[in-house]
């Protein structure tokens, strides 16, 4: 597991975390922070790899392929994303109205395809804990742009998971063999979390981005603070990522609806 925080040394354009080129750390992608400022433009075309752009805040105009689409969104936390996801040597352009922060994932695919622009629309939503399991201790949405199902074509899985304060996610602990990013985010950029991967506790905080190549994994933020992180994932030659979770035997018990019934006494009830 490697945590990277370049909160400190973020400056205005590209910010690369991995360059595959260089160290992928395992993960088979390119990832970066993308930072504009209103009037700047940034070009993206890679003769091998295939981009997902996505949009974390701001008001952006996308252009590929005589295609334009203007995306506004004040922040992950009060509206759904934009997401581009295109193939090899796609001209993608990127205008900014606005201070604008931009997650942007590659890897190398010789698939050609047709670019999609995932909209607020089109967004996948699942409100996961929100049946009062654990006491809601785990209550999240998870939000995926494009995996295996919907983008077979594509190398990589991009999504988004909204943590609420105090809560858990990727709860109960889980593997995978596919390698996994989380590049976070904290509606105040003070905001932290902690994270548990492969044995090890890290702490989260905002622009921060977790490399998770092994062991079980699973995270939670502070009271008060909402966190909102990408997740990325890049297939596996000959086993791609299916949605296929392992979760650590030791906890599984966990899923029960009746898990914390013998500890917590019902509502109304004399406390001794």
Request: charged share 30%; with cysteine; aromatic share 10%.
């Given at each position: 597991m490697?945590?990277?925080?370049?909160?400190?040394?973020?400056?205005?354009?590209?910010?690369?975390?991995?360059?595959?080129?260089?160290?992928?750390?395992?993960t088979l992608m390119d990832v970066g922070l993308l930072v504009l400022e209103p009037g700047d433009t940034y070009r993206i075309e890679e003769a091998e790899k295939e981009t997902a752009v996505l949009l974390f805040s701001g008001e952006v105009t996308f252009r590929w392929n005589d295609l334009t689409v203007r995306g506004a969104r004040p922040d992950c936390f009060r509206q759904?994303?934009?997401?581009?996801?295109?193939?090899?040597?796609?001209?993608?352009?990127?205008?900014?109205?606005?201070?604008?922060?931009?997650?942007?994932?590659?890897?190398?695919?010789?698939?050609?395809?047709?670019?999609v622009m995932y909209t607020p629309e089109t967004v996948q939503t699942q409100h996961a804990g929100a049946n009062g399991e654990l006491m809601g201790c785990m209550r999240r949405e998870i939000k995926t742009f494009f995996d295996y199902d919907n983008a077979p074509y594509s190398n990589m899985v991009l999504g988004e998971v909204l943590n609420f304060p105090g809560k858990w996610s990727s709860y109960p602990p889980h593997h995978h063999p596919q390698p996994e990013v989380y590049f976070y985010r904290f509606d105040h950029p003070q905001g932290f979390g902690a994270g548990f991967a492969n044995g090890e506790i890290y702490k989260t905080g905002h622009n921060g981005l977790a490399v998770i190549t092994s062991g079980f994994h699973s995270q939670t933020a502070a009271p008060g603070y909402a966190m909102c992180y990408a997740w990325g994932i890049r297939h596996l030659e000959g086993d791609p990522w299916k949605k296929t979770r392992i979760d650590d035997e030791e906890h599984a018990w966990l899923w029960k609806a009746d898990a914390n019934d013998h500890i917590f006494k019902m509502e109304g009830e004399e406390t001794k």
């Open positions: 490697t945590y990277l925080d370049r909160k400190a040394s973020l400056v205005r354009g590209y910010n690369p975390y991995i360059e595959a080129d260089k160290d992928d750390m395992g759904e994303a934009y997401c581009l996801l295109a193939p090899r040597k796609t001209v993608i352009t990127l205008e900014a109205h606005s201070h604008s922060e931009l997650y942007i994932q590659k890897t190398v695919n010789d698939r050609d395809y047709t670019p």
